[in-house]
């Protein structure tokens, strides 16, 4: 889970290269996230939604399909870099990047969330970041925000990952009020589903070669 970090060095980069060649596209007769090989497939931020699979007569990909294989390349590395600092699982930092953000740093939601992990500010500030508003839109402060948060939720909720990526989402107070399981919000309850089930996948697909 958590803590299923691969070795460091070549083999986080060998997985690298991998997810370079793959992306996470939706299907909606089924709520599993599925990879397909390049090219990207990319969608905007939004709540997630039910999976759906690109058909074989769909248009041509288009520009910003590159631009979502070459973001996924760019931040990879570092993404493997922190993962492995932090003891932490790669794909699931990609699995939360691609349901927060889908790997994209600038992203700012409605609520004021940043960045790639889509960190609050305020979270960001009591993890060390200074200016958070600023540097949180960088993949590096990002990541190490959002790697040291996952930690901390860790430390409170154990290996439940359900109950750290609902802490994630809604706060650790709702899920500490709500007997310590997974809230009963809609937005929460799709967020843990989504990025459990792109996280299955990404293992399913990558895990015995990270």
Do not use: W
Not at 150 to 176: H, M, P, S, T
Request: proline letters at 8%; glycine letters at 6%; aromatic letters at 4%.
């Amino acid at each position: 889970m958590l803590d299923a970090a691969p070795d460091a060095g070549a083999g986080g980069f060998a997985l690298a290269q991998k997810l370079c060649l793959a992306t996470l596209v939706r299907t909606p007769s089924t709520s599993t996230a599925v990879i397909e090989p390049e090219p990207v497939a990319v969608e905007t931020p939004q709540a997630p939604t039910p999976p759906r699979r690109v058909a074989a007569s769909e248009p041509a990909p288009t520009s910003r399909d590159a631009a979502g294989q070459a973001r996924i390349r760019a931040l990879a590395p570092l993404m493997a870099e922190v993962a492995q600092r932090h003891d932490i699982d790669p794909l699931l930092l990609h699995a939360l990047a691609h349901i927060e953000s889908r790997h994209q740093s600038q992203a700012v939601s409605p609520a004021g969330a940043r960045g790639l992990m889509q960190v609050m500010p305020a979270t960001g500030r009591g993890l060390g970041v200074a200016n958070a508003e600023r540097e949180l839109l960088t993949p590096e402060a990002n990541l190490e925000a959002s790697a040291r948060y996952l930690k901390q939720l860790q430390a409170r909720f154990g290996n439940d990952l359900r109950l750290v990526l609902a802490a994630y989402n809604a706060g650790e107070g709702a899920v500490e009020r709500h007997g310590r399981r997974v809230p009963p919000f809609a937005e929460t309850q799709a967020y843990v589903r989504d990025v459990m089930a792109v996280y299955a996948e990404l293992r399913r697909r990558f895990g015995a070669q990270a």
